[in-house]
């Protein structure tokens, strides 16, 4: 599904991956309100989101259709590189982030690994959300009168969880561990289910906070 306010620029984007093999754009919007409810209707697996929409701002949109639906993916397109706008898109659950300046290919390279769940983003950016991701982490958790136990992740999940925040795509950390990509994204998905969370951003601060991204000890 593609979501722009600009007519000519949204058709072109709905035009270009709309005649990629394999792909199928099975809806539009043209601003916030009607981007929620179009894609709640088509159930769309990647979210091609402009931040700069009437109505609602994307980032509310993302937030919202993200959190009822933690499955989608979705993929900025936004014409502005502006650090503060790249975190807070990333923040309300977007898992890249793509300046307007890319090519065609780029842009669909770019859904096709969304729909695969690795982070995309142009190049630059994604040190910046890592050191976020950091930053975060380093921040006190709000304290909890009565905290949970923490739930039990299998030692696999948990290989996967230390992968995924050192920042690696789900590519990259099925070549790693030799399994297939498809068995990577059902352990983040578990992982994300015991957890009660809801998206990558929280599943690498979790991960982070607890130290998953430095080697253990044995690896060293």
Known sequence: ????????????????????????????????????????????????????????????????????????????????????????????????YLVKSASTEELIDAVRRTADGDPVFTPGLAGLVLGEYRRLASEPAPATADEPLAPQLTDRETEVLRLVAKGLSYKQIAERLVISHRTVQNHVQNTLGKLQLHNRVELVRYAIERGLDEEPPESR
Not at 22 to 33: H, I, Q, S
Not at 42 to 69: F, I, S, W
Not at 71 to 87: F, Q
């Open 1 to 96: 599904m593609v979501v722009d306010d600009h007519p000519m620029w949204r058709d072109a984007v709905a035009r270009d991956l709309g005649a990629e093999p394999g792909f199928e754009v099975v809806a539009t919007a043209g601003d916030g309100e009607q981007a929620v409810r179009r894609a709640r209707a088509a159930a769309p697996d990647v979210l091609v989101l402009d931040l700069n929409l009437p109505a609602k701002p994307g980032v509310q949109v993302c937030k919202e259709l993200v959190g009822t639906d933690p499955a989608l993916r979705v993929l900025v397109l936004s014409a502005s590189g502006e650090h503060a706008d790249v975190l807070e898109a990333v923040k309300s659950g977007a898992t890249g």
